[in-house]
Structure formats: C-alpha cells, structure tokens
C-alpha cells in the first residue's frame, strides 16, 4: 500500500482533517523537526506539494530545501 504524506501527518498532528494541517503549522513543523514524518521518504513531488499546501507559497523554499532530498 502506497503511504500518503498528507494522512500520515494528519495522524501524526492528531487533526481530524487534512484540511486543518495548514492552521497547525506548528505542529506540522514540530513533527518534521523531530522525524516523525520523512519528507525524505516521500517522492519529492508530493513533499513540495505537501509544503505548499501546508506553509503557503512564499515559505515553501526554505523548507523544500532544508527537508527535501534534491
């Protein structure tokens, strides 16, 4: 079974929704800050659409570069 970043990190963060992930930024980056969710582990595509998503256009750089294999 294929793993999904947006489910994974909505049951990691204990949200009920994927759509709730963007107004708890703080627990999205907590998260990745402690290795509980790889962005690494996931195809590059899904983890810069996954940072977009979450973070907003404008802060997804810093993240894509700091989290996400090149």
């Keep these: 079974m ?4 947006f489910e ?3 049951q990691k963060v204990g949200c009920h929704y994927i759509s709730d992930l963007p107004s708890l930024k703080g627990d999205v ?17 899904e983890a810069v659409e996954f940072i977009k998503y979450v973070f ?3 802060e997804a750089g810093c993240y894509c570069e ?3 294999k090149k």
């Excluded at 294929?2 to 970043?5: A, M, P, Q, R, W």
């Excluded at 509980?36 to 595509?45: A, F, G, I, Q, S």
């Design 66 to 68: 700091k989290y996400i």
């Design 29 to 45: 980056q907590t998260a990745i800050l402690m290795n509980k969710v790889r962005l690494k582990d996931y195809p590059k595509e």
């Design 8 to 10: 994974e990190m909505r």
């Design 2 to 5: 294929k793993k999904d970043l």
């Design 56 to 58: 907003g256009e404008e």
